[in-house]
């Protein structure tokens, strides 16, 4: 685990710098300046992006060129995770002649995406399955799966470099936690749906933020930030209710903000 990690939510990530920019955190619908899921991670020369939910593209191209992506990555398949897929392909098929983007997903995400097209996805990306326990190198970049607690087969997803680690949660309950990808998580993006005082406890469908402080606490993950907050939540409620359960302060994840270990 490394100490004093910093946030510079203005520059660019270095070369030497594990970094996560956020593209969109707002949870299940885009909000009026929020995009839906998507995390660009970047570190050692390597560019991978984590869900493409709807309006991540248009964030995507403030901070790389999409042609300059060594893989996307898809949790699950909420169409509030991968909405932009089909979007992207068109873009890199048909306007940016580009192809042979990997593209890991569960079974069912890659399904549906497949079925959008009548021929498939086609080349612009090359599609392929990852489940619970799969582990990619992409470029400088291991990436770890581990199965949430989620209705459809949802991936949490862990990036490490050197001694550098980013995890996050996608969807998940509190039946699962970001421990589940390992120790020494020196940034943890976890959801935080709801709130205590929302009154929903479901294991297996959406945390709390003050679930999620808990178990992040519990995990010795070393930063944690708070994300997939719907239009209609409270960001400001979210992470007071967070902070108070981590025992100390828990920072909220901002669109084009990025978070450098
Ligand atoms: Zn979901």
Same mark, same amino acid.
């Given at each position: 685990m490394v100490s004093g990690a910093t946030l510079d939510p203005t520059r660019p990530p270095g070369p030497g710098d594990l970094a996560v920019t956020v593209l969109g955190c707002s949870g299940?619908?885009? @909000?009026?300046?929020? #995009?839906?899921?998507?995390?660009?991670?970047?570190? =050692?020369g390597t560019t991978v992006l984590l869900d493409a939910g709807p309006g991540t593209l248009s964030s995507l191209q403030h901070h790389v060129r999409p042609t300059t992506l060594d893989a996307v990555v898809v949790s699950h398949s909420h169409p509030d995770h991968w909405g932009d897929v089909p979007v992207m392909r068109n873009a890199l098929h048909y306007v940016l002649g580009h192809?042979?983007?990997?593209?890991?997903?569960?079974?069912?995400?890659?399904?549906?995406?497949?079925?959008?097209?009548?021929? @498939?996805?086609?080349? #612009?990306?090359?599609?392929?399955?990852?489940?619970? =326990?799969?582990?990619?190198?992409?470029g400088a970049l291991r990436l770890r799966c581990s199965r949430t607690a989620h209705p459809p087969e949802t991936l949490g997803i862990r990036v490490d470099l050197d001694r550098r680690s980013i995890a996050y949660s996608a969807d998940t309950g509190p039946a699962w936690s970001l421990g589940e990808l390992g120790a020494g998580i020196d940034i943890g993006i976890c959801e935080a749906t709801w709130r205590d005082a929302d009154g929903f406890q479901v294991d297996d469908l959406h945390m709390t933020a003050g679930q999620a402080g808990r178990l992040a606490r519990a995990d010795g993950v070393a930063r944690l930030v708070v994300t997939h907050v719907p239009p209609t939540g409270s960001w400001d409620l979210t992470v007071a209710e967070a902070s108070d359960a981590y025992g100390s302060a828990v920072e909220r994840a901002r669109i084009h903000h990025t978070y450098v270990v």
């Open positions: 299940t619908y885009a @909000g009026p300046d929020n #995009a839906c899921s998507g995390y660009l991670v970047r570190g =050692g192809s042979g983007v990997p593209l890991y997903s569960t079974a069912e995400t890659l399904g549906y995406l497949e079925s959008v097209f009548p021929d @498939g996805i086609g080349d #612009a990306f090359l599609p392929e399955v990852i489940s619970d =326990g799969s582990e990619l190198s992409i």
